[in-house]
């Protein structure tokens, strides 16, 4: 029973400390080289035109230049690796599309889609291209997208993975 009270105590005393007056801030995306869209870090590494996630879907809509942050500790021997879809029924409006693949807003590859389906893209990065131990962009450009005749939403790639990788 002795041994209970001193815990309480001790306990007691421990909530009573006094609190930062700011907790510290949450990072603004998990230093990773790779984007999984079903990640709850995923809105973190997002700078624009990628959909928010839909409950249960663990993939995203892009809209037409979608471009994401990813974190790279050295830059030898990279390649950036993207899953993605065309979606069929935006397939049937915009016929085949162009990607232009880039990292760092610099031009890596541009590549025509003439089928929809799940794709993969994985092509070598140049080391210039890169920054070791800092934050790098990843996106794509896109010269089709489907538009909503209701209200005006573009839909581009279905996003599942994006990022640097050995």
Known sequence: M??????????VLAGCS?????????????????VDMNSPHADGAIIKDVMARAKGIPWRWTNQNPQLRVWLSDTAN?????????ADATFKETGPIKVTWTVNDKTLDTVAYDSAGQK??????????LRADAENTVG??????WVSKTDGVKL?????QIGIVQ
């Open 156 to 160: 581009g790639l279905i996003l599942s």
């Open 18 to 34: 006094k609190q930062p007056d700011s907790l510290p801030e949450k990072p603004e995306f998990v230093r990773e080289s790779r």
């Open 2 to 11: 002795r041994h209970f009270i001193l815990l309480a105590g001790v306990v």
């Open 78 to 86: 990279r390649k950036l690796h993207v899953e993605f879809a065309v």
């Open 120 to 129: 993969t893209y994985d092509h070598p990065i140049p080391p210039e291209l």
């Open 140 to 145: 794509a450009q896109i010269d089709k997208v």
